[in-house]
């Protein structure tokens, strides 16, 4: 009975565990900038008591909630505040998301529609009549820098340069790569691919990869995320039948497809949620069980300043990273304090957002300019355009950072690859 | 991954071992899963105020004496504790934290303007020698208008009490009025995220010197001071008359100071924080933990040469109940613990609470056990432990920081 009545209490994501302690206040990067946002708890959970009794207390405000998750890194009784958050704007929302919205979201549409025109499109982003346009019409912020399109898809790429010589290694991985590496920057895929067939371990694509989904989940396209959720899950499942591991290079798409599949969008993912690996994992664990070897260049010299964002926080992955980059003799790793650089994927293009994103982002900003790095280190693509956009200093994926300082001719023969 | 030293939790306790350790040069990890206790801290950090039997303890290092056995100051040794108490202050002011106290307890004002004993206070909290002291014989109590989380009149009422006359106000500012807007969260560390700003806090000057009449006592909550101690020193000097701050409701600023400044000084250190992560279980072979598993990282596990175990009470889960047994939910150890549920609790709220002495059996060393085996690479220190009420007794931080550094030792002597 004593089991049963306390099974009945139990409510999605952690509600009923809310002690009311306030702590997640305190630490919430929005609130520091803005007084517009009701805040974690009175999103989260206080709302949602409410909410529950009426929809009538919805409020729409809580969309300026950044989905960074550092809410549920502080709190202490384990509530998922930024998942009751999001949940919420699906089930109680009223919103209808604007076409600009549909634009922002739809990372894999409009990089398909752009790659090919990519010289034209970037020319076109850059014009300062097109973002005037793009921000009286559309909504979207005239001083943000749009992110580059890639005129050949990484996909493209693989298929014609990297795909036939795959078959040659004994042990495989997919590869997630996501829509910035497919149509922004498919140097990162490049990099990775490159550093993994050195290390002995050939690449293979999904047999259909789609949108991981974060970007529809921030603009309240739930259903669209939830159809090519599908279609990622059951590509993932069948790439590890053979008990292969998905890998991945973004934080945000990893977090997305582990946990926000199940806790917002209501997708069992338990299929796959142990096989999809962040890179950087998959790569230190087989040096760390001496699965693989790894050779570095001499007279590598670098200075990077690390930034763990936000996911890659809530993930506890950073570890892998720390340990990873600081194996590279020459490298000299200076952590950054922990804080949001306030993009949050799509949500600082948007006008209403703009001012408070770099509000959110400037005590990251002073403190890369204090350092004085070479480069900025960061597993986020989103994280990479607010941080160039903002300071002078690049930001470089930790698999790129280990493919540049790694001697792979060398590398290769330690693994026989 | 294999570090030298795992610390599962992330408070007081945790922080004050993993910075000992770190700057010792060992390589440590912490573990945590979400903020601690300390976020809630009042501004001051208590030893002993009052002995299980009730009497009040003025000079707490030569109470200790007449503590029983169990407890945890008495377990690691009375001249241990004596020793690690004397270092405190230097240890914390290593790591930004300035804090002043003396072998006699002081005194510091609560939420309700109560008098309470500590042992050391934050640079937000006004100690007095005796409880008879006063600053003044006009107070002039300020908060900000909207602000729920501080009580003038409750602290009226208790200074008036004292012969103390009092005067309420509240300052209204268009920049600290903003924040109304959203009263849920018009917190403390808001209003003092706001404050930080040289000129928010000049208006705010501006507009105590205006209310202000024949008073001779400033009264004003614990709402400045965020990132560093910058903001509390200097509405002291601008003011221009003794300022006392009160603590206000959670979240406290002081205490979220407090805990960032120590993160920090752990990092600097050379340590590694893992925040927002929960330890699952471990692998103890013979008598040791080799690894242990997180709810982020799976089944992949965590080497160290040593762990200790500070994950707080049952507030920070390092302790759990359920209808049949008092349980350590993180690692399943022995615990000291009524088997009856109805001698776990009074019924009245402000009763002294046995369930608050409950905490992981250990050896004299801090060694814990499971299943009657002692586990002989782990630690545990902190509220944890069984054997302190630190609620009626007022130990909480110093049970703390003293068994933390006496852990730290133990491992560095290997």
Redesign the interface.
């Known amino acids: 009975m004593e089991t049963k009545m306390q099974e009945k209490n139990i409510s999605a994501n952690e509600l009923e565990q809310c002690v009311k302690c306030t702590v997640c206040t305190a630490y919430c990067p929005v609130l520091k900038v803005s007084v517009i946002y009701p805040g974690p708890k009175q999103s989260g959970p206080d709302g949602e008591r409410y909410r529950l009794k009426s929809s009538l207390f919805m409020d729409n405000n809580i969309k300026y909630c950044l989905n960074c998750k550092r809410c549920e890194v502080v709190c202490p009784s384990g509530v998922k505040i930024a998942d009751i958050i999001h949940s919420a704007r699906e089930t109680y929302g009223r919103q209808i998301p604007k076409v600009r919205d549909f634009i922002l979201a739809s990372t894999d549409l409009m990089g398909s529609v752009a790659s090919p025109f990519a010289p034209v499109v970037n020319a076109v982003t850059g014009l300062g009549a097109t973002k005037f346009v793009l921000d009286k019409v559309m909504a979207i912020d005239h001083r943000r820098t749009f992110p580059k399109y890639s005129g050949t898809k990484f996909e493209t790429w693989f298929r014609k340069e990297a795909a036939p010589v795959q078959g040659t290694f004994k042990k495989r991985v997919s590869y997630f790569h996501g829509c910035y590496v497919n149509y922004n920057y498919p140097q990162l895929g490049k990099d990775f691919v490159t550093l993994m067939n050195a290390l002995g371990v050939g690449v293979d694509l999904l047999e259909k990869e789609r949108c991981c989904g974060v970007a529809k989940i921030s603009s309240g396209m739930f259903d669209t995320a939830r159809k090519h959720a599908r279609i990622n899950i059951a590509s993932m499942e069948k790439a590890m039948s053979d008990g292969r591991k998905v890998l991945t290079t973004s934080t945000t798409c990893t977090l997305t497809m582990k946990d926000e599949y199940p806790d917002i969008l209501g997708l069992d993912n338990t299929s796959v949620k142990d096989g999809i690996v962040l890179a950087i994992r998959y790569i230190y664990e087989m040096l760390e069980k001496g699965e693989a070897k790894i050779a570095f260049k001499e007279g590598y010299r670098a200075r990077a300043a690390y930034h763990v964002p936000c996911h890659m926080e809530k993930m506890g992955l950073s570890i892998f990273t720390r340990k990873l980059l600081k194996m590279i003799p020459g490298m000299e790793l200076v952590s950054l304090d922990s804080n949001c650089c306030g993009i949050a994927g799509t949500y600082g293009f948007k006008k209403e957002n703009y001012a408070r994103s770099q509000a959110i982002g400037k005590a990251l900003f002073d403190n890369i300019n204090a350092v004085n790095p070479d480069f900025v280190a960061c597993e986020c693509e989103t994280c990479k355009w607010q941080i160039e956009m903002s300071t002078a200093y690049k930001v470089k994926n930790p698999v790129s950072i280990l493919a540049e300082a790694v001697d792979i001719e060398k590398t290769k023969k330690l693994n026989n690859a | 991954?294999k570090f030298d030293t795992i610390i599962i939790g992330g408070g007081l306790s945790a922080l004050t071992c993993g910075i000992k350790l770190a700057k010792a040069g060992r390589d440590c990890?912490i573990i945590a899963?979400?903020?601690?206790?300390l976020?809630?801290n009042s501004g001051s950090f208590g030893l002993l105020s009052r002995l299980p039997d009730g009497t009040a303890v003025e000079e707490p290092l030569k109470a200790i004496e007449q503590l029983p056995s169990s407890h945890p100051y008495v377990k690691i040794g009375i001249d241990n504790t004596r020793r690690y108490a004397a270092s405190a202050k230097e240890f914390f002011a290593d790591c930004g934290i300035s804090l002043r106290g003396t072998e006699r307890n002081l005194w510091r004002y609560t939420s309700s303007g109560k008098m309470k004993r500590c042992w050391l206070a934050m640079e937000d909290t006004t100690a007095f020698v005796s409880r008879e002291d006063k600053v003044g014989d006009k107070a002039l109590i300020v908060t900000v208008k909207g602000f729920q989380d501080f009580f003038p009149g409750f602290v009226a009422e208790s200074l008036e009490k004292k012969g103390i006359s009092c005067r309420c106000e509240s300052i209204e500012l268009d920049e600290l009025d903003?924040?109304r807007?959203?009263a849920?969260?018009m917190?403390a560390?808001?209003i003092a995220?706001t404050m930080e700003k040289d000129k928010i806090r000049k208006s705010f000057v501006k507009e105590i010197s205006r209310i202000r009449q024949d008073e001779d006592m400033l009264i004003l909550p614990q709402i400045f001071g965020y990132e560093d101690t910058r903001a509390l020193e200097d509405i002291r000097k601008a003011v221009g008359m003794p300022v006392t701050f009160i603590s206000t409701l959670?979240?406290s600023v002081p205490g979220?100071r407090t805990q960032k400044m120590l993160k920090?000084a752990f990092?600097a250190a050379g340590g590694?924080l893992?925040?927002?992560?929960?330890v699952t279980g471990a692998v103890i072979e013979g008598g040791k933990i080799k690894s242990v598993l997180?709810s982020?990282?799976?089944s992949?596990g965590l080497e160290a040469d040593n762990f200790v175990l500070a994950t707080g009470s049952f507030?920070?889960?390092g302790l759990a109940s359920?209808?049949t047994k008092i349980y350590e939910p993180v690692l399943g150890l022995d615990v000291d613990a009524s088997e009856k549920r109805d001698e776990w609790y009074s019924s009245s709220f402000f009763d002294r609470q046995a369930f608050i002495g409950f905490g992981v059996k250990t050896d004299n060393d801090l060694h814990p056990s499971r299943d009657g085996e002692a586990i002989s690479n782990l630690y545990a220190a902190g509220s944890v432990l069984s054997g302190a009420e630190s609620l009626y007794e007022g130990s909480g931080a110093g049970v703390a920081i003293i068994t933390a550094m006496y852990a730290a030792d133990k491992i560095l002597e290997g």
């Open positions: 991954m990890l899963s979400g903020e601690s206790a976020s809630f903003m924040l807007s959203n849920s969260e917190r560390t808001n995220l959670m979240p979220i920090k990092e590694t893992m925040m927002g992560d929960c997180t982020n990282l799976g992949y507030f920070g889960k359920d209808f």
